[in-house]
């Protein structure tokens, strides 16, 4: 894979799943005795990726403390927030501001991974570098969602995305990113969607395709259902 880098996004304060989340960060939250946030690691290493950046904020001593407890094949470093939580893009470019690659592949860290979507990730990137695109979004089907109550993100036709009505396809929480797109939007603390938005405007948000199931921790009681099923 020609990229090098991938983000993690661990900042939120992942409230849907309180009271789990009042003493322990979402990313720390287990399945079959392992993390959200080793879940993702193991995916981003099972790609090649040697070099992770990832944005703490909410009870961030204990993502430090976990991080060194582990031992894990890739580099990981930590950026933090700072002194307010910086959403979504905010996070993305700070982080961003901390390397000198132009593209980076980012992870939300509460889809439950799986070396399925390696081969997706993979062809992902290589319709990314073949297209000259700046920003891809793997995507799937809501009717293969395990939290069947999911709502669309998008629609989804001949690779680009937009934002009607009937929207059938979720962002699984993975997708390609050139840092040119950062010129966009030039506030601190900004969501991730304002870019995605703007790139729909130009016709130029792509998505590629998963056919995996796709299983999100989207509130306590879909973990819950998680703990018991999976």
């Given at each position: 894979?020609?990229i090098?880098?991938?983000?993690?996004?661990?900042?939120?304060l992942?409230?849907?799943l309180?009271?789990?989340?009042?003493?322990?960060?979402?990313?720390?939250l287990e399945?079959?005795?392992?993390?959200?946030?080793?879940?993702?690691?193991?995916?981003i290493?099972?790609?090649?990726?040697?070099?992770?950046?990832?944005n703490?904020?909410?009870?961030?001593?204990?993502?430090?403390?976990?991080?060194?407890?582990?031992?894990?094949?890739?580099s990981v470093?930590?950026?933090?927030?700072?002194?307010?939580?910086?959403?979504?893009g905010?996070?993305?470019?700070?982080?961003?501001?901390?390397?000198?690659d132009?593209?980076?592949?980012?992870?939300?860290?509460?889809?439950i991974?799986?070396?399925?979507y390696?081969?997706?990730?993979?062809?992902?990137?290589?319709?990314?570098?073949?297209?000259?695109?700046?920003?891809?979004?793997?995507?799937?089907?809501?009717?293969?969602?395990?939290?069947?109550?999911?709502?669309?993100?998008?629609?989804?036709?001949?690779?680009?995305?937009?934002?009607?009505q009937?929207?059938?396809?979720?962002?699984?929480?993975c997708?390609?990113?050139?840092?040119?797109?950062?010129?966009?939007?030039?506030?601190?603390?900004?969501s991730?969607?304002?870019?995605?938005?703007?790139?729909?405007?130009?016709n130029?948000?792509?998505?590629f395709e998963?056919?995996?199931?796709?299983f999100?921790?989207?509130d306590l009681?879909?973990?819950?259902?998680?703990?018991?099923s999976?």
């Amino acid at each position: 894979m020609k990229i090098k880098t991938a983000l993690i996004l661990c900042a939120g304060l992942g409230k849907r799943l309180n009271p789990l989340t009042l003493k322990k960060p979402k990313p720390l939250l287990e399945l079959n005795n392992c993390t959200l946030l080793e879940n993702t690691i193991n995916l981003i290493e099972g790609l090649g990726i040697r070099n992770i950046f990832l944005n703490t904020f909410y009870l961030k001593d204990q993502i430090k403390s976990y991080l060194n407890s582990k031992n894990f094949t890739a580099s990981v470093r930590i950026i933090d927030d700072g002194d307010e939580l910086l959403d979504t893009g905010g996070g993305i470019k700070n982080m961003i501001s901390y390397s000198d690659d132009r593209d980076f592949l980012i992870f939300n860290s509460d889809t439950i991974w799986n070396l399925n979507y390696i081969n997706y990730i993979e062809q992902m990137s290589n319709f990314y570098y073949k297209n000259n695109i700046n920003n891809i979004l793997l995507v799937v089907n809501k009717k293969i969602s395990f939290d069947e109550n999911l709502k669309g993100d998008f629609n989804f036709e001949k690779n680009l995305l937009t934002r009607k009505q009937n929207k059938e396809y979720i962002f699984t929480g993975c997708q390609i990113f050139n840092k040119d797109l950062l010129s966009i939007n030039n506030k601190k603390t900004f969501s991730i969607n304002e870019i995605w938005n703007e790139s729909i405007k130009r016709n130029s948000l792509y998505g590629f395709e998963c056919k995996s199931k796709f299983f999100h921790v989207t509130d306590l009681k879909i973990y819950n259902r998680l703990l018991k099923s999976y």
